[in-house]
């Protein structure tokens, strides 16, 4: 039984280093929000109440280097700077899936067409 135990605190552990650091460029990017722009200055960064906050939280989010797991601190600066819904929805679903280094690591195993 002291085994499993011992496994399951080992395998938690490792994924808490593995997650460490896309967790940590998370808060970084948080941290800029919410210091140096300010609630005003991210709503503005994210389309504001315009039309145009879903295709612009949309590009922001593939340009931003963070996974699953650096999106949360990220939405949670948004939330608190009370960005609409539809914008920070569209920066979590699209920020994991086009991670600019996850593609480039899709592109040296395959084909180009194979990501497209």
Do not use: K
């Not at 808060?27 to 609630?39: E, H, K, T």
């Not at 593939?62 to 948004?78: A, Q």
């Not at 920070?88 to 899936?97: D, E, G, N, R, Y």
């Amino acid at each position: 039984m002291s085994l499993i135990l011992v496994s399951a605190i080992t395998r938690m552990f490792q994924g808490l280093v593995v997650s460490a650091p896309t967790l940590l460029v998370g808060l970084l990017i948080a941290g800029v929000l919410r210091y140096y722009l300010g609630p005003a200055d991210t709503r503005r960064l994210f389309g504001g109440d315009s039309i145009r906050g879903l295709p612009q939280a949309w590009l922001i989010g593939m340009l931003l280097p963070v996974c699953s797991i650096g999106v949360l601190p990220i939405l949670r600066e948004l939330h608190r700077a009370r960005v609409r819904p539809g914008a920070m929805t569209a920066f979590a679903l699209s920020a994991p899936l086009f991670n600019p280094l996850s593609l480039l690591y899709g592109l040296t195993l395959s084909r180009p067409i194979v990501i497209i």
